[in-house]
């Protein structure tokens, strides 16, 4: 009767090429997937808050004034959003900052920045009326280019901020805060919903 054979081992090299190789495909899946992290109650959270900093923007006379309110929303609407995503993204137990999710965030930021920088310049010059229709549009720009690696109905959010942002450069500066209440108030509201019922939250 012939003895038990051991297992048979892999030698090191072979080993460690084999590792490599399912390094890479899983490193490749990840980099394939859709980031749906995005939180749908952040974004109706998000849109309540807008509709208050709006109600509040609508009582100041100062430009100065009324930016601050809509600068301190903006800060607002970051730290729910933040909170909410990451909340989702550990329920659901994906990385928030590797593969989508990272090309989600790079891929947001650029239309932020430069709706930073042209805020100031905007402001200097006194052409705070231009304001609401410039956010719009570059948040939406920054939904629509992030979404490209989320769920659907996501970039179809960013179009109707993009909609939103057109029409409020066109409209008289004391519709301001009724453009910015619509756009950033009622379709993160809106979409929010649909989000949260369909994907999860």
């Known amino acids: 009767m012939s003895a038990l054979r ?7 090299a072979l080993h460690d090429h084999a590792m490599d190789d399912l ?3 899983r490193q490749t899946m990840e980099e394939a997937g859709s980031f749906t992290a995005v939180p749908g ?17 609508s009582r100041t006379h100062a430009p100065a004034a009324w930016l601050t ?27 928030l900052f590797s593969g989508p999710g990272r090309r989600f965030v790079l891929s947001f930021a650029p239309p932020l920045f430069a709706g ?3 805020t100031f310049v905007l402001f200097a010059a006194g052409r705070t009326s231009v ?13 629509v280019t992030g979404g490209a690696f989320s ?7 960013g179009l109707a901020f993009m909609l939103a942002g057109t029409i409020a450069l066109f409209l008289p500066a004391a519709w301001s805060d009724v453009a910015m209440a619509a756009g950033f108030g009622l379709i993160h509201v809106a979409f929010g919903v ?4 369909r994907h999860g939250g």
Do not use: D, H
Not at 131 to 143: E, K, N
Not at 151 to 157: G, H
Not at 194 to 197: G, P
């Open 116 to 118: 930073a920088v042209l």
């Open 194 to 197: 649909l989000i949260a019922r």
């Open 131 to 143: 304001l609401p229709g410039l956010w719009l549009l570059l948040y939406g720009t920054g939904v």
């Open 23 to 25: 390094r890479f495909i």
């Open 41 to 57: 109650w952040g974004a109706v959270a998000m849109g309540a808050s807008a509709l208050v900093a709006a109600l509040i923007a």
């Open 6 to 12: 051991p297992p048979l081992e892999l030698p090191p």
């Open 69 to 95: 309110v809509w600068m301190a929303e903006a800060g607002v609407a970051l730290a729910i959003a933040a909170a909410t995503m990451g909340r989702k993204a550990r329920g659901a137990g994906l990385p």
């Open 151 to 157: 769920v659907r109905i996501v970039p179809v959010m």
